[in-house]
C-alpha cells in the first residue's frame, strides 16, 4: 500500500536549481523489481538528520546503506537514529527514537536489503508480512515518535518520485482512521494501519515554509542528485 500522503505533493512548493551532486544510481532488476535510489555518503549523511529538528541532529546515530544495507556511520547521543528510508521503493529520511529503533527500523532497513538484492514490491511485502507472523518484527510497546520534518521526502507515485510536505508520526499500532477520526487533508490521520501503524500530523503552513527556506540548498542538491532536476 503507497503512503497516502503523496496526494499533498501539490501543497510543497520547492523551488529553485543549482549546487553539485553525483548522478543518482537506480537499481532496476526486471520490470517488477524494487527500486533502490543510491546517494553518496557524505549527502546521504546530511540528509538522513534532516528529518530531525535542528536542536537534535548533533547527537542523533546515523545509518547509512551500503551495498549490503545500513550500517551505522556514527553513534549519537540522544535517543534517536536516522536513516534515509527506501522503505516500499520511495526515498526520505527518517528518524525514530528508541522504540522505534528496536520494533520499526529493522523492517525498514530489511525492506533496502531485499530490493538491493532484487526483490519485487510483492516479495518485499510477503517477507514483511511474514516477519509479522514469526515475531522477527513487532509493533511498538510503547508510545512513541519519529520525525520526517526535511522537505527532501519523496515517495514513488506513478512512476516517478514526488515531493510530500514534513510532517512528524505518532506510532499507532493497529489503529485506524475510523478509530481516530482521521481525514486525510483535514485532520491527522493513520498510514499503513497494522503492526507499523503511525498516526500522521502535517508540519503546518508556515513550519513548512521555514523548513524549505533553511534547507534549500539541500534541497536542490539531493534533487539534482536523484534526477528530478
Known sequence: MRFQLVLFAAA?????PE?????????????????VVAISRDLELRLA????????RDGATIRVMEADGY???????????????????????????????????PAYEDDAIMRLKGASDQDVELALA????????RPPARPGIAYMLSPCTYMFEEGKLKAVP???MFYAPFLTDTDVGGVMGKTPFIDRPGPHGQFIVLAGA?????????SQALVNEVEKAIGLR
Open 12 to 16: 510543497l512548493a520547492i523551488l529553485c
Open 19 to 35: 549546487v553539485q551532486a553525483q548522478l543518482p544510481e537506480v537499481h532496476n532488476h526486471d520490470a517488477t523489481g524494487g527500486k
Open 49 to 56: 538528520v534532516n528529518a530531525l529538528p535542528a536542536l537534535l
Open 71 to 105: 550500517v551505522e556511520a556514527r553513534h549519537g547521543t540522544n535517543p534517536f537514529t536516522c536513516i534515509v528510508s527506501r522503505r516500499g521503493g520511495n526515498f526520505y529520511p527518517v528518524c525514530f527514537d528508541q522504540e522505534g529503533t528496536r520494533t520499526i527500523l
Open 130 to 137: 511474514k516477519g509479522f507472523a514469526d515475531g522477527k518484527y
Open 166 to 168: 514534513p510532517h512528524t
Open 206 to 214: 508556515k513550519e513548512r515554509e521555514k523548513l524549505v527556506t533553511d
